[in-house]
């Protein structure tokens, strides 16, 4: 195969992308990488501020973006912006939290705030974005950033694995269902990554060395290796991939 039909694979010229939770870290990450390879890219968010800035600069290295802030919990919020969209080829489904503790000290409160974010606002997300597809006949990829933590257990994390575990599931239900209109359904699935949300937890040497300890290749991942991730999902390059996993997490899951 050419060099020229290689790149074709990871061309995403004239394609439009939503990236959810986009402002800043994982999001703003798989952004810049889908308009490297030629994506329009809507970035979507809750600070209108950090989302402009955001877009700047990847409007400086060349790309073509724009800013749509939300609230991805408000469901109203989120039809309301779906609505008046332009055609959506390419989700990135990537808003996401966690609220690192003991099983029996989780609130209802914290339960609900993981669930609303990690499983019912992607799913609503996705749903707006899919029902937009399927009326303007559009095939497209919808990629749900999942975790390491959706195929495994861990201390402290009862929630949120429960919250990728039912993300996994919910992907897999939503690529058979899709498969007829030509829409794939995928799960980038992480492991820990230096972001804003995870740093905290990693400033602190314990967890560190815990962390490490389980990855086999002996270090943590870059947000450029979970952007490529996505890059691949998105791209012609994974035309006959639905319903699948794509773990980037340096072996963790294979012990």
């Known amino acids: 195969m050419s060099a020229e039909k290689i790149a074709m694979l990871f061309d995403l010229s004239g394609q439009r992308a939503l990236i959810t939770g986009a402002s800043k870290g994982l999001g703003l990450a798989c952004a810049e990488m889908l308009a490297d390879a030629g994506a329009e890219v809507v970035l979507v968010g809750r600070g209108a501020a950090e989302l402009n800035n955001a877009v700047g600069a990847i409007i400086a290295r060349g790309g073509k973006a724009s800013a749509a802030a939300c609230d991805v919990t408000n469901i109203d919020d989120v039809n309301t912006m ?82 990728k575990h039912a993300l996994e599931g919910l992907t897999k239900a939503m690529a058979l269902e899709l498969a007829p209109h030509g829409i794939r359904v995928n799960t980038v699935a992480p492991t820990f990554i230096e972001t804003p949300m995870t740093k905290p937890m990693l400033d602190k040497p314990e967890f560190k060395k815990f962390v490490l300890e389980r990855i086999p290749m002996g270090h943590m991942g870059e947000l450029e290796d979970v952007a490529a991730a996505v890059l691949y999902l998105a791209a012609p390059a994974s035309a006959l991939v639905t319903g699948t996993s794509l773990k980037v997490d340096g072996g963790w899951t294979a012990q």
């Open 82 to 163: 779906i609505a008046g969209l332009p055609d959506i080829h390419i989700l990135v489904n990537n808003a996401g939290t966690n609220m690192p503790e003991p099983f029996v000290d989780v609130s209802e409160a914290h339960y609900d705030a993981v669930f609303n974010i990690n499983v019912r606002a992607a799913f609503f997300v996705a749903q707006g974005i899919a029902a937009q597809m399927i009326k303007r006949k559009l095939k497209g990829s919808i990629i749900n950033m999942s975790s390491q933590m959706g195929h495994v257990g861990s201390p402290n994390r009862t929630v949120y694995c429960a919250s």
